[in-house]
């Protein structure tokens, strides 16, 4: 495929497996419900959404040297990113996530994303040369990568200019994108609690969560909190509005559904009010469907 992306997805791409009951659950519980198994990963989530909303992304990460990987290589192919700078690791095998989802949460999840921590180094060789020796347009990351790889993008010289969309994997590695805080480029999409860890505050709003971030030097943010009211924040523009009210029957990945949709918008330079409105309503619609992929 040698086409010019629009955009980078760089981080995680892995195998989701959910397990997912309606009802509610405790520590313990053994109940009926629901197990699939999913190509998902940050990176690839994007790239995928963003696809649906024409936008061609270039995906960077590292698949282990088996028939996981290859999978979700051809996954990839068929859903037309670009995925040619994938490193196939010969060390280790495929990441993984593995999740418990219960009526409106997430109740319990590991990631198994050793490969990527140990193969980082890859990725960022791949970002310092090569075909994106004069690269100007946005990348995307993710916080499964390592603080070392971040910080090393950040602080590089190619990049003092680029436009970063920065999302957590999960509230435990959250903390290290707070090395983007002071980047005139870093867009922040994030929900309460990562917003609060990243300020390292306790607000219960997410119109204060966005400006304590963009006062720490970012150019904007887009704060979520659940069913509840959502902000974008940018310069002296600041949006609210609330994600419609939907039957819950999956929740992992809606955080990058949003973002896709949040991203596709400001692509299309629609009016701020309008791309987080439509972003809401993506997220609401994808947490509304069932998905059951199965790979052969």
Known sequence: M???????????VLWDVIGRSDGVMSTGDDVKGQISRQPGGVALNLAVRLRKYKILSE???????????GDLL?????ERIICQNIFKSKLSKTDVYMAIESGNEVISAIADTQLLETEASKILESLLAGPYEKWNTPIVLDSNLPYSVLS???????????????????????DRLRV???????IFYLNLREANTIVKSDFKFVEDAAKAVLELGAKSALITNGRQKACYMSGETTITATPPKVRVRRLTGAGDALMAAH?????????????LTFSLKEASK?????????AN
């Not at 090393?152 to 959250?174: D, G, N, W």
Request: charged letters at 20%; proline letters at 6%; one cysteine or more.
């Open 2 to 12: 040698n086409l010019k992306p629009d955009i980078l997805c760089v981080g995680s």
């Open 152 to 174: 090393s993008i950040r602080h590089s010289q190619k990049f003092l200019k680029s436009e970063f969309m920065l999302v957590p994997a999960s509230p435990s590695k959250v």
């Open 74 to 78: 051809e996954f990839l192919k068929s």
């Open 59 to 69: 995906v960077l990460s590292v698949v282990g040297n088996d028939s996981e990987g």
């Open 180 to 186: 983007f805080l002071d980047h005139p480029g870093a």
């Open 263 to 275: 991203i596709a918008s400001q692509f299309l330079a629609e009016d701020p009010y309008e791309s």
């Open 286 to 294: 994808f947490i509304s469907e069932e998905f059951n992929y199965v």
